[in-house]
């Protein structure tokens, strides 16, 4: 049996569409379906977006915490000098005698206060006055105190009056405080230290 030129042109032409339509199968079966593509193209665009938002906030962000530095290193300068507390201690007596001095207020006893460990290695620094001296001094004492130049808080004030000579004097105690930046010490200091120790 002879074929003809012309049923050659449509075997062969039969034989390619049938050979596109099974690469066409194949091709869905290999790659996955176009709905869960299409979910992961969305999902990958939405992360892409946020990122891109992120990154336009960058400056944003690197500015506010130029900014809080800048305030911390602020609030840091009103603590008193040093990082030991009776260093500090000792500052905070001689601040108060230099204040009661320019008052006139007469300072006629001093007790340093146990001291106080706070958060964000602050520790507050108390010292415990008794003053003679009338109400006006002890006024003008307690304004220069608030105005110093550093963070000075009067925890506690207790006035006791007591009759001379046909007036009344007053003597008020103060409990003043000012505040250090003590830092922790690594722990490895310490075993290096407490083992150098032990070794002696």
Not at 99 to 112: K, M, S, T, Y
């Amino acid at each position: 049996m002879k074929i003809s030129a012309r049923d050659k042109k449509v075997l062969i032409a039969g034989g390619v569409i049938a050979g596109l339509v099974l690469l066409f199968y194949l091709g869905t079966m290999v790659v996955p379906g176009g709905d869960g593509l299409s979910k992961e193209v969305q999902f990958k665009r939405r992360t892409l977006l946020g990122q891109k938002e992120m990154l336009i906030r960058e400056d944003r962000y690197k500015g506010r915490i130029e900014e809080y530095r800048q305030r911390l290193k602020q609030d840091l300068s009103l603590c008193l000098p040093g990082e030991n507390p009776s260093i500090a201690g000792a500052e905070l007596q001689k601040i108060l005698k230099d204040l009661a001095d320019q008052n006139g207020v007469e300072i006629i006893r001093r007790d340093v206060q146990q001291v106080q460990k706070l958060e964000n290695d602050l520790v507050k620094v108390s010292v415990r006055i008794e003053t003679q001296c009338v109400l006006d001094q002890l006024v003008r004492f307690m304004a220069a105190i608030e105005n110093y130049g550093k963070l000075l808080s009067v925890d506690d004030l207790s006035v006791t009056s007591f009759r001379m000579q046909k007036r009344w004097e007053i003597r008020p105690g103060l409990t003043v405080s000012g505040y250090i930046v003590v830092p922790d010490s690594k722990p490895d200091q310490k075993t290096a230290t407490a083992q150098s120790t032990g070794m002696k």
